[in-house]
């Protein structure tokens, strides 16, 4: 019981602390104006391949939140029509977490290696958005 609890604690240490990482504005840039932000898409000339690399990169730092708030959304849209799409998100994540820590699996009375978690968690984040039909419309 007490190893039971100290997972818990653990666990609210680390999402408190991730929380407080994201809420803090030190790693975010502020939102642009999306007047700006639609009015840089015009055509310019460029000379070189060079110069357009430049553009490419001070436009995604420049308006770093902008994009996203865009991926985000589109995200979002995606999740509201295909709401089934969220329990396979889970279901990968938590895939990944397990194929990832460092606490050792048992299964049938053996230890799990790690290179098979990392093949059981690869395996689900492919065939169940496949099988599942999320895969289709993309």
Do not use: D
């Not at 502020?30 to 000339?45: A, D, H, N």
């Not at 279901?91 to 059981?120: D, H, K, L």
């Amino acid at each position: 019981m007490v190893v039971r609890e100290e997972f818990w604690l653990r666990r609210k240490f680390e999402v408190t602390e991730f929380v407080a990482e994201v809420t803090s504005r030190n790693w975010r840039l502020p939102l642009r104006p999306w007047s700006e932000f639609v009015e840089r898409f015009t055509v310019p000339k460029f000379r070189s391949w060079g110069s357009v690399q430049h553009r490419v990169s001070h436009n995604f730092n420049y308006f770093q939140s902008n994009y996203l708030v865009l991926v985000g959304g589109g995200f979002l849209l995606f999740l509201i029509q295909r709401p089934w799409s969220l329990f396979e998100l889970l279901a990968v994540m938590v895939s990944w977490v397990r194929a990832t820590s460092t606490q050792p699996i048992m299964f049938g009375g053996r230890r799990v290696t790690r290179n098979e978690r990392f093949v059981v968690a690869a395996g689900i984040s492919i065939l169940l958005p496949a099988l599942t039909g999320v895969l289709l419309p993309l």
